[in-house]
């Protein structure tokens, strides 16, 4: 029903930054929350950041507030995560995804998913 790709994900020093991209294709509504989680090795999926297409406040996780922004470009269908100030503890798989069930940090309210991008932070 909705397709979800991540991109712009790399190696980068710690301290620098990155902006993530999420295109959404398909059916897709104007309602649905964008979310972004992220998985290390090892450890469970964690929630990032949300925000939905319209506006309000977008919620971020405690661990990256005031480093990361979500924002999103409703023409071109595509949700950015913008990093700054990146640390080694950011490294991971980071992955878009939409609900349609509201804002949640809750991974279960989320039901479409990217494929995921690698970000990799070295000190």
């Known amino acids: 029903q909705a397709q979800l790709v991540e991109s712009g994900g790399g190696l980068v020093q710690a301290g620098g930054s990155l902006r993530l991209s999420c295109v959404v294709s398909?059916?897709?509504?104007?309602?649905?929350?964008m979310g972004w989680f992220r998985q290390a090795p090892g450890k469970e999926r964690e929630f990032v950041a949300a925000?939905?297409?319209?506006?309000?406040?977008?919620l971020y996780a405690d661990s990256v507030k005031g480093r990361f922004t979500i924002s999103r470009d409703n023409a071109m269908n595509t949700v950015y995560l913008q990093m700054t100030s990146l640390e080694p503890e950011d490294t991971a798989v980071y992955y878009c995804?939409?609900?349609?069930?509201?804002?949640?940090?809750?991974?279960?309210?989320?039901?479409?998913w990217g494929q995921g991008t690698q970000v990799t932070v070295s000190s």
């Open positions: 925000r939905n297409w319209w506006g309000g406040s977008p």
């Open positions: 995804a939409a609900s349609r069930r509201g804002m949640t940090t809750d991974q279960a309210g989320y039901e479409y």
């Open positions: 398909g059916r897709t509504s104007s309602s649905y929350v």
